[in-house]
C-alpha cells in the first residue's frame, strides 16, 4: 500500500534553530510531491511541489528538497510565525492517482 | 484572484440527518477535491471531480457522495450522520488534475 511518513510528530525549536522535517513515501512512482503549512482551524496552505530526485525549492526560511525516497523541508533560522504544522502529500503516477497526505509534523518555534 | 471559498463555515447535526456542503473553486480551476480532516486520521481523501466527472474517490462509505457542476462549484453530501462523521472537511482546486491544490478554509461539522 502506498504511505507517506512524516517525522518527527512534533518538534520544538527555539527562534534561530536551525532544523529540518522529514517526508518519506513508498508510492511505486511519483508524479508530485507537495508540501503545505495549516495553521489550527484553517485550511492547509500550498508551499511548495517537487516533481523529481535532485529538485530543491526555495521561499523565505523554508527550502524543499526531494530524493528517490523522501523529502526534506529545511527550516532556517526560523521565527514565532513559523510555527504550524507542515503537511507532505504525494501523488503517483500509476493506479489511483490520489493525492495521499501524511500525518504531518507540528512545529513550534518558541521566541 | 479570491480563493477556494466554503459554505457553511461550521455547521452542527444530530446522528440521522443528513448535510450538504458547498464549494466554489478559484476562478479557472476544473479539478475539485474534498478531504476529511480529524485529529486522528489526518487528511483523507473523499473524492475527486473533473469537469463534472468524479475521476477519484477514497475508502469511505456510500454515504458520502459528491457532485461537480458545470461551473466547477461543487458539493458534498453526507446521509443518515454518525457521531464520527464530526470533523473538518475540507475542499481544494487546482487548475488541471495532478496539480498543486489549494485548499478553502473548510467547514468545521460537528455531529451531536
Known amino acids: 500500500e502506498d504511505q507517506v511518513t512524516q517525522s518527527p510528530e512534533a518538534l520544538r525549536l527555539q527562534e534561530g534553530e536551525s532544523s529540518s522535517l522529514n517526508c518519506s513515501y513508498t508510492?511505486?512512482?511519483?508524479?508530485?510531491l507537495f508540501w503545505y503549512r495549516q495553521d489550527p482551524g484553517k485550511g492547509p496552505e500550498f508551499l511548495f511541489t517537487?516533481?523529481?530526485a535532485g529538485e530543491e525549492k526555495e521561499k523565505e526560511r523554508l527550502k524543499a528538497t526531494l530524493t528517490k525516497k523522501e523529502s526534506f523541508l529545511h527550516i532556517t533560522a526560523p521565527k514565532p510565525e513559523d510555527s504550524a504544522t507542515y503537511l507532505c502529500?504525494?501523488?503517483?503516477?500509476?493506479?489511483?492517482?490520489?493525492?495521499?497526505f501524511g500525518q504531518g509534523t507540528r512545529l513550534t518555534i518558541n521566541p | 484572484k479570491a480563493g477556494v471559498t466554503q459554505t457553511p463555515r461550521y455547521l452542527i447535526k444530530t446522528r440521522g440527518q443528513q448535510v450538504t456542503l458547498s464549494c466554489s473553486p478559484i476562478?479557472?480551476?476544473?479539478?475539485v477535491s474534498w478531504y476529511q480532516q480529524t485529529p486522528g486520521q489526518g487528511l483523507q481523501f473523499l473524492f475527486e471531480y473533473f469537469s463534472e466527472t468524479q475521476r477519484n474517490k477514497g475508502n469511505f462509505p456510500g454515504r458520502f457522495s459528491g457532485r461537480q457542476f458545470s461551473n466547477s462549484r461543487s458539493e458534498m453530501n453526507v446521509s443518515t450522520l454518525e457521531l464520527g462523521d464530526s470533523a473538518l472537511y475540507l475542499c481544494?482546486?487546482?487548475?488541471?488534475?495532478?496539480?498543486?491544490?489549494?485548499f478553502g478554509p473548510g467547514t468545521r461539522l460537528t455531529v451531536l
Open positions: 476562478s479557472g480551476h476544473r479539478s
Open positions: 508510492v511505486s512512482g511519483l508524479r508530485g
Open positions: 481544494a482546486s487546482s487548475l488541471v488534475a495532478y496539480n498543486e491544490q489549494f
Open positions: 502529500a504525494v501523488r503517483m503516477k500509476e493506479g489511483a492517482q490520489k493525492l495521499v
Open positions: 517537487l516533481y523529481s
